[in-house]
Structure formats: structure tokens, C-alpha cells
């Protein structure tokens, strides 16, 4: 269930996803820059956003093939080492794609290979984002999916708040009005 | 409420602890003769000089402040009690040492404002940081653990700071593991596992630490 506000809902349903005509549409030809008419044939390979896959696949009329980044190759990677597969640059929001595609294609190992990714990178995630406060990783942040990104700074905000609530001195702070001299009435 | 971006998940920031760790009673010897003071939250004193009393931590704090008192140290913070935590913390990897629900508040302001009332200032000091990087470390391995089917996380004896900290990660984490662990999401492949699962115990609890 998409939600309506939700940025990231928004962006992540623009995402290219590869499908499969099964019935000849007319006058949508704007879909296929490869057809010459302005109609889509039927068994004609497009790629739709995923909000667009989803209504169609809804109403029976394509076929939806999985991103290439849930495929074999991807998935050895990630069982060589959760850790260190740049997901970001693949697709910012990995995971929810998946979910979105997960009822829709008739792969049903995708939810299981979510899981099973986000068990491998969560350790990392843990670790990185409660000791590693100080020393920043830039490149560890660039291999991260948006909801990694979120969880990592949730940990890392935390952290933060903290050690300045330690450090700090004067708690109560002085107006910047209280500060100034009076002037002399003479 | 709280003064932080992730205004979802940070209920309280650590100055808000901290307030509330400022209700805490503790022993002053005032150094003054006073009246009782009529509060809003109770009536403390009368206060004479040399004659212990009992008060908030904050009017304890305030009346340090002014030189009125000497704040005494609670019972744990001696280096006997706390060396004792410290190797109790160490010695049982999975459990927590009872500690006031406080205790990182209180002695930070307890080393801020009456630094001269402590004996032994400086080993106090670092024996509550030991203590405190201990049990932080012991949350963490035990969050390791974490993975699908985790609907709640019990953590007996951690204090309020600690658990403020560590708040907006673990609900992130859940958030995401609840979510992708969802019946819909998994159940094709493992069925015949998910529903051993089910039938033993529909929302199985993970144990983060023994009682």
C-alpha cells in the first residue's frame, strides 16, 4: 500500500521496470520508443515506471520481468559479502521495490532474498552507526540503499546528541538580549 | 517535542532526561540554616547546618551552586560499589547490573556541579565510563542478533539514557526486519518452516538478554 505523502514512496515508484506486453494496446505508442505506429504489440518489451507496471499487471495486460539487480548475478554477490555490494548506485530503494515487485512477478524467492540481504548488511549497519560516529565513512555511505541511509543516520544522530549532551559546558544559555550593556541614561 | 531532525523517533532528547533524572532525591548537608521550602512538588527542610536532609537532585544542585550545601554522593558511587559493577558487567556477558535508572544523568551532574564532595573524583569518573562503554557494548552484540521475526526486545536493568540512545536505531531496525519478514513477502518459499512457527508461538519473542 503506497503511501500518499511519502516522498521516497514517490520517487521509488518512477523506477524502470521491464515488462512484457500480453495484449496489442493502440494508441500508446509513446510507451515504446521502438514501435513505429502509435500502438504496442502484443509480446513487445517495455520499460514502464513501477506504478505504471503495477496497474497494468492488475489489469491482466503485461508481464512483469524482474531489474536486472534481483537477478543471479547480483544475488552471488550478495552471498559473497552482504557487506560491500553497492546497492545504491543499482537502485536507491532496493528494498522497497522488491516488496512492490515481490506479489507481482512470479519470482518467489525475491521476499526471501530481501530478508536474507538485509540480515547480512544489518550488522554492518549496527556497528558502523554507533562507533564509527566520529571517524566518518564516506565511501561505507555510498554503498547504502535510501532506507539503509536512514537507519544509519537515526543511530548516528543518536550517538551524536549524545556525546555533545556529555561534553558540553554551561547548560543554560544566556539570552543574546541579557548579554548587552545598558545604555546610560546621562 | 524533542530539539532533533528525526523528530518521529528521538522521543526525548538527552537534556529531557536529563530533567527528568533531576527528580531524583538525594542527601545534602546544608551548610546554612533555612526554613522548609514550600515547592510545588513538595515541602524540603527545614535545613540546618550539619543536619542531613533529603531533596531533589535539582535543589541540591541549585543550593551547591549558591555554596549552601554539600551534596553527599549516592550509595553506588564509591569505587568499592562501582569497581564490584564494573566486574559483575564483565563477568556476565549477558545480563545487566541493577543500576539506578539514572545513573548516567546523575553523576554527570554530580561531576559538574560538586566535583569537591567526591572522593576520589577522578577514579569515579572513569569507573562510570568503563561502566557505561561496558554495557553500551553488550547492547550492541546483543543487537546483532537481531534478525526476521523479532516483534519485541527485552532488556532488563538498562538505564534511561542508554535505552534514549539506542531508541531511534533499534525502531529503525525493527521497522525494516517486520516489514520484510511480513507473512506475504516470505511465506512462498519456506512455507512448510513458517508454519512450525506459527502454530508453535504466532509473534515469537526474541530474548535479548536472560532474565
Known amino acids: 500500500m503506497a503511501r500518499y505523502y511519502d516522498f521516497d514512496d514517490i520517487l521509488m515508484e518512477e523506477e524502470p521496470v521491464s515488462v512484457v506486453f500480453r495484449v496489442a494496446a493502440d494508441g500508446v505508442g509513446l510507451l515504446d520508443p521502438s514501435s513505429e505506429d502509435n500502438n504496442v504489440e502484443a509480446g513487445a518489451k517495455v520499460d514502464l515506471p513501477a506504478w505504471l507496471a503495477q496497474e497494468l499487471f492488475q489489469r491482466q495486460a503485461v508481464l512483469v520481468n524482474l531489474p536486472t539487480f534481483y537477478g543471479q548475478k547480483l544475488r552471488k554477490e550478495i552471498q559473497a559479502d552482504p557487506g560491500c555490494v553497492d546497492l545504491r548506485s543499482r537502485c536507491p530503494y532496493f528494498y522497497e521495490l522488491g516488496c512492490k515487485l515481490s506479489p507481482i512477478t512470479s519470482d518467489p524467492t525475491l521476499g526471501a532474498f530481501l530478508l536474507s540481504t538485509l540480515r547480512g548488511r544489518y550488522k554492518d549497519l549496527l556497528c558502523k552507526s554507533h562507533s564509527a560516529a566520529v571517524a566518518f565513512t564516506p565511501q561505507y555511505m555510498n554503498l547504502l540503499t535510501k532506507e539503509e541511509t536512514q537507519m544509519l543516520e537515526a543511530g548516528r544522530n543518536s550517538m551524536k546528541a549524545f556525546k555533545k549532551w556529555r561534553l558540553q559546558g554551561a547548560r543554560i544559555e544566556r539570552a543574546a538580549v541579557l548579554g548587552r550593556k545598558r545604555r546610560q541614561n546621562t | ?211
Open chain 2, 1 to 211: 517535542m524533542a530539539s532533533q531532525d528525526n523528530q518521529l523517533l528521538s522521543l526525548f532528547s538527552a537534556a529531557e532526561v536529563e530533567f527528568l533524572a533531576e527528580d531524583e532525591l538525594i542527601n545534602i548537608v546544608p551548610s546554612v540554616r533555612m526554613d522548609t521550602l514550600h515547592m510545588i512538588c513538595g515541602d524540603y527542610g527545614p535545613f540546618r547546618p550539619q543536619i542531613p536532609a533529603q531533596v531533589p537532585l535539582w535543589l541540591g544542585v541549585a543550593l551547591k551552586k549558591r555554596g549552601k550545601c554539600r551534596i553527599q554522593p549516592p550509595d553506588w558511587m564509591t569505587v568499592e560499589k562501582l569497581t564490584q559493577v564494573l566486574e559483575d558487567e564483565r563477568e556476565a556477558p549477558r545480563e545487566f547490573q541493577p543500576l539506578p535508572f539514572h545513573y548516567v544523568e546523575i553523576s554527570r551532574l554530580l561531576f559538574d556541579h560538586s566535583q569537591d564532595d567526591i572522593s576520589d573524583f577522578y577514579l569515579i569518573r572513569s569507573l562510570v565510563e568503563d561502566v557505561r562503554d561496558v554495557r553500551f557494548h553488550k547492547v550492541e552484540k546483543g543487537l546483532e542478533t537481531l534478525s526476521g521475526r523479532t516483534h519485541a526486545v527485552k532488556l532488563k536493568n538498562l538505564s534511561a539514557m542508554e535505552v534514549n540512545l539506542i531508541r531511534p536505531f533499534i525502531v529503525k531496525a525493527l521497522e525494516s526486519f517486520y516489514k520484510h519478514d511480513s507473512e506475504d513477502l516470505v511465506k512462498q518459499v519456506d512455507s512448510e518452516r513458517d508454519s512450525q512457527l506459527a502454530a508453535a508461538d504466532r509473534l515469537p519473542r526474541r530474548t535479548l538478554r536472560p532474565r
